[in-house]
């Protein structure tokens, strides 16, 4: 069965357009932190760095991590329909399905990370206070900017259509009907 509708991300593009996203973000939450948490000052240290690039990490892993979870909580998959992993040529993290989902579901999936590991991040970060955790939290935010494009890309699509992840492009295709596997 043929999609209906195909929805590709330009990785190049989008990794532009996140660098610009994430610079002004950065900028935007060190101000803010500043201006409301701890007002002219700045703390450099080698541990903030080691804790920043950890922190990284590990909330790179969560990100895709609260992909399955969604796909698992919200369209309902088996977790033996699951995939994670890195692809090195492109440069990004993943985390998929091989079973459709409607299209709610989906929407979900795409920005549950956003909430639990660029915003909820961001809240506790300002609520602390930890410089640290805002700057994460921004630059989270900004890596959501794949999700929100697929998300954008799903917006005018009818409830009850299907989508189905590409297992290796950052691609979703959409069907009227439950496509045939």
């Not at 007002?39 to 909330?59: A, E």
């Not at 005018?156 to 959409?174: C, F, H, I, Q, R």
Request: without cysteine; neutral net charge.
């Amino acid at each position: 069965m043929e999609p209906a509708r195909v929805i590709s991300l330009n990785i190049e593009k989008l990794m532009r357009t996140g660098m610009w996203w994430n610079a002004g973000l950065l900028v935007l939450f060190a101000f803010l932190y500043h201006f409301f948490t701890e007002p002219l000052t700045f703390n450099f240290s080698w541990s903030g760095i080691g804790l920043f690039i950890v922190g990284y990490v590990l909330l790179i892993v969560l990100h895709e991590l609260f992909h399955l979870i969604g796909f698992v909580v919200f369209g309902r998959v088996p977790l033996s329909s699951l995939a994670y992993g890195l692809n090195l040529k492109m440069g990004v993290a993943y985390a998929t399905t091989e079973r459709p989902l409607r299209i709610g579901a989906m929407r979900k999936a795409l920005l549950l990370p956003f909430w639990m590991t660029g915003v909820l991040p961001g809240i506790i970060g300002f609520t602390l206070p930890n410089q640290v955790l805002v700057l994460l939290s921004a630059i989270l935010i900004a890596g959501a900017i794949g999700d929100f494009s697929m998300y954008r890309g799903l917006r005018n699509v009818k409830t009850s259509a299907w989508v189905m992840d590409d297992k290796t492009e950052p691609k979703l295709y959409v069907y009227d009907d439950y496509p045939d596997e």
